[in-house]
């Protein structure tokens, strides 16, 4: 028989973090020693440019607990802590990034709440974003509510990707189908008993964001594609009326043509024709989404692939397709 699977998995999605590492390693290992049971970390590297390799191969001389999990290429942030929770081992996983904005200590926090109260998910939530610019407070407030409107009040607010699964969760999360799932809001569609842990958000210890403001909004798309089709009803709802104001706007240019004053109608006529070519195209964009997760799930591509595991040592080459069960902020 095996070796029995370990209490606690802790799965780190990283990119190019080679100035924050050794922070972060020397918090999350005096952490996770200080807990008393097994447990694993792995690390998953997304196709890292920088040094962050060879400090995780470091890192991992001198912690027997460290696996290190790389990607063939970078396959963004959701595909990495996808590719870690699948091949994690514990009887509750953890996930956290790399940049201590959310603290290691909390984890503890976490396995003794699920413990205690025999819960299956438990979200680290934010009770204090006073590190954040008040742009993307704005931002992450706006989207919170949009999502908690699209899918449902399960969504907590201000929860990123900063959880505590337990093993049925995450073979929960192995059986559904999607392809590129966005976790944060697919696991409280899950429907586990889950609970809260508050913390305070720090700001980033060294080195730079790799959330910038495109991968946030590609995030939103993501998410409320992937989970409402509420967009495609609005686009409805605004042809409804769209024909409703160009019909009074027929009326306006019949009237004006009878009173010989065609002329001077045709700013309302421009309007019109701007109005309903722009609802056009922007609801042909947000169609061109729908079609596009379509044409991709069709496709099945996986979102990564494995290029080594540091539990097979030697590292090995192996090429593992993303189980079916398959990430944004």
């Known amino acids: 028989m095996g070796a029995a699977p370990p209490v606690l998995s ?110 299956d998910i438990v979200y680290g ?4 974003r006073h590190s954040d610019t008040l742009f993307k407070r704005w931002t992450a407030g706006l989207y919170y509510k949009i999502m908690r409107r699209l899918v449902g009040k399960q969504v907590p607010a201000h929860a990123g990707d900063f959880r505590l699964l337990s093993r049925a969760a995450v073979e929960a999360l192995r059986e559904l189908p999607e392809r590129s799932p966005v976790l944060r809001l697919v696991v409280p569609w899950l429907g586990f008993p889950s609970g809260e842990v508050l913390y305070q958000r720090a700001g980033r ?66 309007i019109a024709i701007v109005f309903l070519g722009a609802v056009q195209l922007l609801f042909l964009g947000l169609l061109g989404e729908y079609v596009a997760r379509i044409y991709t799930s069709v496709q099945a591509r996986p979102a990564y692939y494995i290029a080594s595991d540091s539990e097979n040592a030697p590292a090995e080459n192996v090429e593992e397709r993303q189980p079916d069960a398959e990430t944004a902020g």
Do not use: C
């Open 205 to 270: 210890a060294a080195g730079r964001t790799k959330y910038p403001l495109s991968k946030m909004f590609a995030l939103a798309t993501d998410s409320i594609t992937s989970f409402s089709s509420a967009p495609l009803r609005v686009a409805t709802w605004l042809g409804l009326i769209g024909v409703i104001v160009s019909g009074v706007l027929a009326v306006i240019a019949v009237v004006a043509f009878f009173l010989d004053e065609t002329v001077r109608g045709w700013p309302s006529l421009f």
């Open 10 to 119: 802790v799965v780190v999605p990283i990119f190019n973090e080679e100035s924050v590492l050794p922070l972060f390693v020397a918090r999350l290992r005096t952490v996770l020693d200080s807990l008393g049971e097994t447990y694993e970390v792995v690390a998953v590297d997304d196709g890292s440019v920088d040094a962050t390799p060879a400090a995780l191969s470091g890192a991992r001389r001198q912690w027997p607990q460290l696996r290190v999990v790389r990607l063939r290429r970078n396959s963004g942030h959701q595909a990495a802590l996808i590719a870690g929770l699948m091949r994690a081992h514990g009887t509750y996983v953890a996930s956290i990034d790399a940049d201590l904005q959310d603290p290691p200590e909390t984890i503890l926090e976490m396995l003794r709440l699920a413990r205690d109260e025999h819960l």
């Open 125 to 128: 939530v934010r009770n204090d």
